[in-house]
């Protein structure tokens, strides 16, 4: 049996429980003792982050070897075309390679949606979309980096889901706790 905490991590916190620099950290929201960041989410991203005080837990969410899903609701900069997003369903090129082909469609603005501190700058004459982008890798910055490719940058990144585990029901700055059984492919 493991601890697996789902957090919702607002907007400019670091995902890790200290900092020399004085940002907000983890330390700020969960005052449970012995979790550990399963992945990482930026600094300014949002969205589902999962903790967990098993090793073997820890690995089996956070390793890309193990092809876990990771579904991203991103704001983007215009109005992204179709030949965007075929570009992101093939793949993209970054400096550090080959993304792995993604999953992605054009959703609505997300029902729900908590609003961000400090709000997500608009430019008045250029429309914004939302998009729904699940990926099973985690090359550095690597939403931004993709939509920034196909010509449409990123203005506000929310993880949605991690595999099974969704956001749902998690209010910003909050988190839910679940005892788990490991999973024997473990």
């Known amino acids: 049996m493991a601890k697996l905490l789902l957090f919702n991590k607002p907007f400019e916190v670091l995902s890790q429980f200290t900092d020399d620099q004085g940002r907000s950290t983890l330390a700020d929201f969960i005052k449970v003792p012995d979790v550990y960041v399963a992945g990482r989410l930026d600094y300014d991203s949002e969205g589902l982050l999962a903790l967990t005080d098993s090793g073997p837990m820890q690995n089996f969410i956070a390793n890309p070897k193990k092809k876990m899903p990771k579904t991203y609701w991103v704001q983007v900069e215009g109005e992204v075309t179709d030949v965007a997003l075929a570009q992101l369903r093939k793949g993209i090129k970054l400096n550090d390679g080959l993304t792995k082909p993604a999953k992605v469609k054009r959703i609505p ?11 997500v700058r608009f430019r008045q004459n250029i429309p914004t979309q939302w998009i729904e982008l699940i990926i099973r890798e985690g090359k550095n910055r690597q939403v931004r980096r993709m939509t920034a490719a196909v010509g449409f940058p990123t203005l506000r990144l929310i993880r949605y889901a991690i595999g099974q585990w ?15 059984h490991l999973p024997k492919s473990m």
Do not use: A
């Open 166 to 180: 969704r956001l749902q029901d998690i209010s910003v700055g909050q988190y839910k706790m679940e005892n788990i």
């Open 109 to 119: 603005e997300p029902k729900n949606l908590w609003p961000r501190n400090p709000p």
